[in-house]
């Protein structure tokens, strides 16, 4: 359950980010004729908070990735909880149940492609 909400907010997390950038620079635009100095605040405002969201990212990646080691540890697919035997040889781990496709290091395997589009936006968008 924990990994599937963390998969859900890597994948949208980057598109979140870019809409909150674009409402900025909308409202940094408008502060331009209003409040000048306001415009100024947000530009500093707004890079510091890109190097957050960046770091921030690479958090949820890497619990992400924590999460799922664990799982496939206990003989547990991350994304579905079904019991199974996970195949050692080979790059990337398949779940026979659920279909999630993983690499050793507990990452989503990029070059899965039979996956709704949303997962394969969060591989596409890596920071
Ligand atoms: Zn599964």
Redesign the pocket.
């Known amino acids: 359950m924990l990994y599937r909400v963390l998969r859900w907010i890597t994948t949208w997390y980057p598109l979140a980010v870019l809409w909150l950038c674009i409402a900025a620079m909308i409202l940094a635009f408008s502060l331009m004729f209003v409040f000048p100095p306001g415009t100024l605040l947000l530009l500093f405002l707004g890079l510091a908070g890109l190097g957050a969201a960046v770091i921030g990212f690479r958090g949820l990646q890497a619990m992400q990735r924590r999460l799922a080691r664990r799982s496939m540890a206990h003989g547990v697919?991350p994304?579905?909880k079904?019991r199974q035997q996970w195949p050692t040889a080979g790059e990337a781990w398949r779940?026979a149940?659920?279909g999630?496709a993983l690499l050793a290091s507990g990452e989503e395997d990029p070059a899965d492609e039979d996956r709704a589009p949303a997962a394969e936006h969060s591989t596409t968008s890596r920071v």
């Open positions: 697919c994304s579905c079904a779940c149940a659920c999630t």
